[in-house]
């Protein structure tokens, strides 16, 4: 049984395959499997992965389902102990895999390990030193757009990994149940954090796990910005404590109300007015998701000061 499973959700993303599935096949890490979740793509992505990499395991989905989806049926076949949810449109360094396992081989109650992910086209910058949360219930990526000067190497803790790039220990996984598919798309991994968090598995950031992110590629745009603007919402509401909620409420609410400004401001752009769709869309279901939030907390294993302690102001 191979230690690691490496999960790709993939849509139409034939073009960035010879990169990323190269990569893989140059890991130094070699007790690991990869599977292809293909979600219904309509270009030659099943066709192609056939012929060039037959190594890997292909699942093909009948219809488009959404990226968490796809993820969740890929972890279901997954045979590792470790599940690496990783971006079609990368590409990882031969030591990246190894890396995540040594970083999650280090501690029992570590539950995520956070790439370092930089920028395809400027391999010097910075995507994410893995992912944080702020008072205000906004997610972050650290050190984005900054200069990776190894500033972040000696600052292991993090809220959560990008779900672009991080690898989880399969039984942290099934306890929660993987990626809620209601989320579609985006912030499934920010939602994942927030739950492993509560139930009281640590999140680690793993410098050597050196990753590149063609951004968006597969996505972005309209799309990311509705989602990005309803999602938050429906985090928010079904992740975050009561007390929190309570001693921050005033950030979170100005944070929402910022982000519409914005959007009204940039009236014309159709990914503002996604945006605003998004946020409608999220206050919309709100009710909804205020019921799944009482068996979220529920799960509640740590005490509050240590969930603040992670949160930036």
């Known amino acids: ?85 990783l971006n079609n449109d990368t590409e990882a360094e031969p030591g990246w895999l190894g890396a995540l396992v040594r970083a999650m081989e280090s501690n029992p109650r570590i539950g995520a390990v956070a790439s370092k ?44 990994g990008c779900g672009g790039g991080v690898a989880y220990r399969r039984v942290a996984w099934e306890a929660m149940g993987g990626f809620d598919q209601e989320l579609f798309m985006y912030l499934e991994d920010v939602d994942l954090a927030w739950r492993l968090r509560l139930s009281g598995w640590e999140a680690v950031f793993a410098p050597e796990a050196r990753l590149y992110h063609m951004l968006s590629a597969t996505g972005g745009g309209v799309l990311a910005s509705f989602y990005t603007g309803r999602n938050t919402i429906w985090v928010m509401a079904k992740d975050v404590p009561g007390p929190l909620w309570r001693k921050y409420w005033r950030k979170m609410i100005g944070a929402q109300l910022g982000v519409t400004g ?17 946020q409608l869309a ?32």
């Open 117 to 160: 992910m930089l920028l395809l086209h400027q391999r010097d910058t910075l995507h994410a030193a893995g992912d944080m949360m702020g008072k205000d219930g906004m997610p972050r990526n650290r050190g984005v757009w900054e200069k990776d000067l190894g500033q972040y190497d000696q600052l292991p803790e993090v809220f959560g």
């Open 1 to 85: 049984m191979p230690l690691a499973s490496v999960i790709i959700a993939n849509y139409n993303g034939q073009r960035f395959l010879e990169t990323c599935l190269g990569a893989l096949r140059q890991q130094t890490f070699r007790d690991c499997e990869v599977i292809m979740v293909d979600d219904a793509s309509t270009d030659d992505s099943v066709a192609w992965t056939r012929a060039h990499f037959p190594e890997v395991r292909l699942m093909v989905l009948p219809q488009n389902s959404g990226l968490d989806v796809a993820c969740n049926r890929g972890a279901a076949a997954a045979q590792g102990d470790i599940l690496v949810m």
């Open 262 to 278: 914005e959007a009204l401001r940039a009236w014309r752009g159709a990914e503002a007015r996604a945006r605003l769709r998004g």
């Open 282 to 313: 999220g206050l919309w279901g709100l009710l909804h998701w205020l019921r799944k939030r009482k068996a979220v907390q529920a799960t509640l294993r740590v005490s509050l000061a240590s969930l603040e302690r992670l949160l930036l102001d």
